[in-house]
Structures are given as C-alpha cells and as structure tokens.
C-alpha cells in the first residue's frame, strides 16, 4: 500500500493559515504601535513605518483567499506556486516595523 505525497488541500489550507496569522500581526501590531507612536509624540518616521505595516498587514489578509485558490489551481494543475507580490508585502510590512522600531529605540531615551 503506497501513501500519498500529499492530501488533498491541507498543506495549502495550512500555509493559508499561517499567511492570515502573519498578516494579523502586521495589522494589529503595526495599529497599536503606530498609535503609542503618536500618544507619546514620536518622530512622523516611526508612525509612518507602523502604519505601512499596518497596511502591508490588511493588503495580505485581503488577498489570502484569492491566494490560497491560486494555490489550489497550481497544486492541482501541476504549476508551480508564485507568491512573488505577498511575500514583497510581507517583507516591506517587516521592513516597516524595523524602520520604526529602530526610530523608536534612537529617539526614546
């Protein structure tokens, strides 16, 4: 009896889930970081690399469903899977709390 390499939609189902749970943290991180940045009067950089997290964070939720049926049609279709423009919102969001983080830390004494 030989196993299935995979099953049927639960590798994507999983990925699906952790792209939701990265773009959670973006969002709300980023939203609640941006605004202890403005209560507590840091520089315009911080706030804005916050809320570019912010951003990239509610960019990638809204596109996890039409990516996860991508994913889908390409492990079905036999193609390979292109996460090219999620992952640049996903790296710029990181980026962006970086920024800010690092401002923060420079400016807060």
Same mark, same amino acid.
């Given at each position: 009896?030989?196993?299935?390499?995979?099953?049927?939609?639960?590798?994507?189902?999983?990925?699906?889930?952790?792209?939701?749970?990265?773009?959670?943290?973006?969002?709300?991180?980023?939203?609640? =970081?941006?605004?202890?940045?403005?209560?507590?009067?840091?520089?315009?950089? =911080?706030?804005?690399?916050?809320?570019?997290? =912010?951003?990239?964070?509610?960019?990638?939720?809204?596109?996890?469903?039409?990516?996860?049926?991508?994913?889908?049609?390409?492990?079905?279709?036999?193609?390979?899977?292109? =996460?090219?423009?999620?992952?640049?919102?996903?790296?710029?969001?990181?980026?962006?709390?970086?920024?800010?983080?690092?401002?923060?830390?420079?400016?807060?004494?």
């Amino acid at each position: 009896m030989s196993q299935e390499i995979w099953d049927e939609g639960l590798q994507s189902e999983r990925t699906r889930l952790a792209w939701v749970r990265t773009a959670m943290a973006l969002a709300t991180g980023g939203l609640g =970081a941006a605004g202890l940045a403005v209560r507590h009067g840091l520089p315009a950089v =911080a706030v804005a690399g916050f809320a570019l997290a =912010a951003l990239c964070g509610a960019v990638l939720l809204i596109r996890t469903g039409v990516r996860f049926r991508r994913v889908q049609e390409a492990l079905h279709g036999g193609r390979p899977i292109d =996460a090219g423009l999620d992952a640049l919102f996903a790296w710029l969001g990181t980026l962006s709390v970086v920024l800010g983080a690092a401002t923060f830390v420079l400016t807060v004494r």
